[in-house]
C-alpha cells in the first residue's frame, strides 16, 4: 500500500538538485574536514619518518663505502682512501680511491675504486677521526685503517650522519671494523 503526498515526489527531485548544484552535503563537509585534520596531524610523523629512512641511507651508503676500501685495501695491497667528493663536504658525496699524491682528492689519473654521490636533503655530517686536519679514512693492505702519515697510527673516531632529528654514528674502531649505533637511543654504547 503506497500513499504519496501531491508534490511530494516533485520536492524530492528539487532538494536532490540543489544538492548536486551545491556539490556536497554537510555530512560530507564534515567527513571531509576530519580528513584533513587526521593528515595534518600525520604530517610531524611523516616526516620524521622521512628524515629517518635519510639518515639511515646516508649512513648504510658511508658503512658500504669502507666495506669497499677495506676490501679493496686487502685486494690490491695498496693503501685505499675514503674522501669526501667535493671539497672536504661530506655531506655532498664521498669516493673510494687509490690516492697517489696524498691529497684527499680525486684527481686525474687516480684509481677510482667507489664512488657515492649522496643528495640527501637537510643531510649533516660531522666526522671526529684522530687526524682531524683534513677530511679522509685510509686503510692499510692488512685492511686495518691508518693515518696519512704512518700506517703504525690508525684513523679511528666516528662519523656522525644527521637529517632532522634523526640521527646515527658510524664508529670505526682500530682494527677496520665499523659499527652502526644510534646515539639518541644508545648513548652509553655510542
Request: charge should be positive; hydrophobic fraction near 45%; include cysteine.
Amino acid at each position: 500500500m503506497r500513499c504519496d503526498v501531491v508534490g511530494g515526489n516533485h520536492s524530492d527531485k528539487w532538494s536532490g538538485a540543489a544538492r548536486s548544484m551545491t556539490g556536497m552535503g554537510l555530512l560530507e563537509a564534515l567527513i571531509v574536514c576530519a580528513l584533513v585534520g587526521m593528515l595534518i596531524r600525520a604530517m610531524p610523523a611523516f616526516h620524521s619518518l622521512l628524515d629517518r629512512a635519510r639518515v639511515n641511507l646516508a649512513c648504510s651508503e658511508f658503512h658500504q663505502a669502507i666495506l669497499v676500501a677495506r676490501a679493496e685495501a686487502i685486494r690490491r695491497q695498496k693503501r685505499v682512501d675514503v674522501v669526501p667528493a667535493h671539497a672536504g663536504d661530506w655531506r655532498l658525496g664521498w669516493v673510494v680511491l687509490i690516492d697517489a699524491d696524498n691529497n684527499q682528492r680525486l684527481d686525474p689519473g687516480e684509481l677510482l675504486i667507489h664512488r657515492s654521490e649522496a643528495e640527501i636533503p637537510k643531510l649533516l655530517v660531522e666526522a671526529k677521526l684522530r687526524d682531524s686536519k683534513k677530511m679522509y679514512l685510509a686503510f692499510s693492505p692488512s685492511g686495518r685503517p691508518r693515518s696519512l702519515g704512518s700506517a703504525n697510527i690508525p684513523q679511528i673516531g666516528s662519523v656522525l650522519f644527521t637529517v632532522g632529528q634523526e640521527r646515527r654514528k658510524l664508529v670505526i674502531s682500530f682494527l677496520g671494523r665499523v659499527r652502526v649505533c644510534d646515539p639518541d637511543r644508545e648513548a652509553r654504547a655510542c
